[in-house]
């Protein structure tokens, strides 16, 4: 089997895979990872093209290795992506440091992407791109778009609430694999032993009917920590009343604690090789623009802030409403798991649209969105605050108010793919998913994808429909029985529990499994074409 994998980035990848080919034959034709990687991969797959991450977010071939793009694709193949092309621009957020990508910019970097990685795939003639978890750092997402126009197969893991555990997916648009399936059996089963859950499972859901101190989702905490503690100044440390918490901080997150000489670093020109029209070399800013970009990006971070706390209203909770947990941006969540509700405001026009007579709709900020680590500037404007607040019915409120209070009195929770979404369905409110998430296929969870839908959901609520402790049960025992304990990401690897030797053993059986179980099954590769 002939493997391209994209955005390989940890020693216990390269672990699975070599394993893989020995065992099984796989053969690895092509690796993306950051440069840290570049020699465990060549020593591993000597034979395959390493492809450094940054060359390739730019549009830039591999170091040392000139492999030719294909030639231009016609119009029939860049109709067939049209959709993909308006997920990919927005995308682009990620890359678009101090407002340099505009148009012109984005579409020259899109159609090098296209000729790039359509070439590398009717050439190299894959039969599988292996991701970590959903393709969201623009080049991969175009080789997915490509893939699946191709005919050629996809596999990647879905990362859920439950600490450790991922569920195989083919393709994230269709959720994981197998998961309606084992969910409809795991209903029919009722209270027998088969809907036993496991331990963690178990003391998940315990803690989400809790507080959201004990609730706080593992990716948000371990975010949160390390932003307070890099935001403390080594002489203030001895004014904190709690020692204990930060020599805690120390033993869970000792990178972090000891990174401050690290954020005197310059960053990365991200972008097409311009920064205020400046031509700029790629690897990264003078000194002077470097540090004009730094207190431009601060200022535009305030301004966001105090234009949402201007526009925020205290919520009165006596009235009907619909809380929508937004995600903070730019992230994997919303793109590319929120399809073209990525637009949050979008959602947000469509559910004041569909609201019920004398209903409201509260709309919450991510309490990441304004840190430093989330790069607020690329994923708000001012002007998106004020239409969502000028909608109908709708009323932004404080970060500062109680997720769990705005749940729990809430008609429903609306999100794109949110922990809001799940905290709500297990908590018994129902959810209005607009995204592609791991739990929409639960009782409660309501997919919408037009304004029809959304009518049709909030009537259901407005009945009082509500999920049940059985169905959320189901959800879970359903989640387990395909999924697999398993970290995929930098922070999980810190967070799940979960050791290097079990984690790449699990990999490697879950991997095998679903790339050869159903080989018969596998797509065929459609014709290359350019027409």
Request: charged share 25%; with cysteine; net charge positive.
């Amino acid at each position: 089997m002939r493997i391209m994998f994209l955005e390989g980035n940890g020693l216990y990848w390269i672990e699975v895979l070599d394993q893989l080919r020995e065992r099984r034959d796989w053969s690895i034709q092509y690796w993306v990872a950051t440069e840290e990687f570049r020699d465990p991969v060549r020593d591993r797959f000597p034979q395959a093209i390493f492809h450094e991450t940054y060359h390739a977010r730019m549009g830039m071939p591999p170091k040392g290795y000139m492999f030719a793009p294909g030639p231009e694709p016609g119009e029939k193949l860049h109709r067939a992506l049209s959709i993909d092309q308006i997920i990919t621009f927005k995308m682009m957020d990620r890359l678009d440091a101090g407002d340099s990508l505009d148009y012109t910019a984005r579409t020259d970097l899109y159609h090098n992407l296209v000729r790039y990685w359509h070439g590398a795939l009717t050439r190299l003639r894959p039969d599988a791109l292996l991701f970590p978890t959903s393709p969201h750092v623009v080049y991969d997402y175009v080789a997915y778009a490509l893939a699946k126009h191709l005919g050629i197969r996809t596999h990647m893991f879905e990362r859920t609430a439950i600490r450790g555990l991922v569920l195989p997916t083919a393709r994230f648009e269709e959720g994981p694999s197998g998961f309606e399936t084992a969910y409809v059996r795991a209903r029919r089963a009722g209270g027998k032993t088969s809907m036993t859950l496991s331990k963690s499972a178990s003391a998940h859901l315990s803690r989400l009917r809790g507080d959201y101190e004990q609730a706080m989702p593992d990716h948000l905490r371990f975010k949160l920590a390390a932003s307070e503690i890099r935001s403390q100044s080594i002489f203030s440390w001895r004014k904190l009343r709690n020692v204990n918490r930060y020599l805690n901080y120390m033993r869970l997150f000792p990178g972090v604690v000891f990174s401050r000489a690290k954020r005197l670093r310059l960053p990365r020109a991200w972008f097409y090789g311009r920064w205020r029209g400046r031509n700029l070399p790629m690897d990264g800013l003078s000194l002077i623009s470097g540090w004009r970009y730094l207190l431009e990006v601060r200022h535009k971070r305030a301004r966001l802030q105090r234009c949402y706390k201007a526009l925020a209203r205290a919520p009165d909770l006596s009235v009907p409403y619909i809380y929508l947990a937004l995600h903070c941006q730019p992230e994997r969540s919303t793109s590319p798991d929120g399809g073209l509700f990525v637009h949050q405001d979008i959602m947000v026009a469509l559910l004041s649209a569909a609201l019920p007579e004398g209903w409201k709709l509260y709309v919450k900020e991510h309490v990441s969105q304004f840190r430093p680590y989330q790069q607020a500037e690329r994923g708000r404007t001012v002007e998106q605050y004020k239409r969502m607040s000028a909608c109908p019915g709708v009323s932004l409120v404080p970060i500062e108010a109680s997720s769990f209070e705005l749940i729990d009195r809430a008609r429903a929770v609306a999100t794109v793919t949110g922990t809001a979404g799940w905290e709500a369905l297990v908590r018994g409110v129902p959810a209005l998913v607009f995204g592609y998430a791991w739990y929409a296929g639960c009782h409660g969870a309501y997919r919408i994808q037009s304004l029809d839908e959304c009518k049709q959901a909030l009537a259901v609520v407005a009945s009082g429909a509500r999920p049940t402790s059985d169905d959320i049960r189901a959800c879970v025992v359903a989640a387990e029985s395909i999924g697999c304990h398993a970290y995929v990401d930098p922070i999980s690897e810190r967070t799940s529990g979960i050791t290097y030797d079990e984690n790449v053993r699990n990999l490697t059986v879950a991997l095998a499994s679903a790339l050869e179980a159903n080989q018969d099954d596998a797509p065929q590769q459609a014709a290359a074409t350019t027409s």
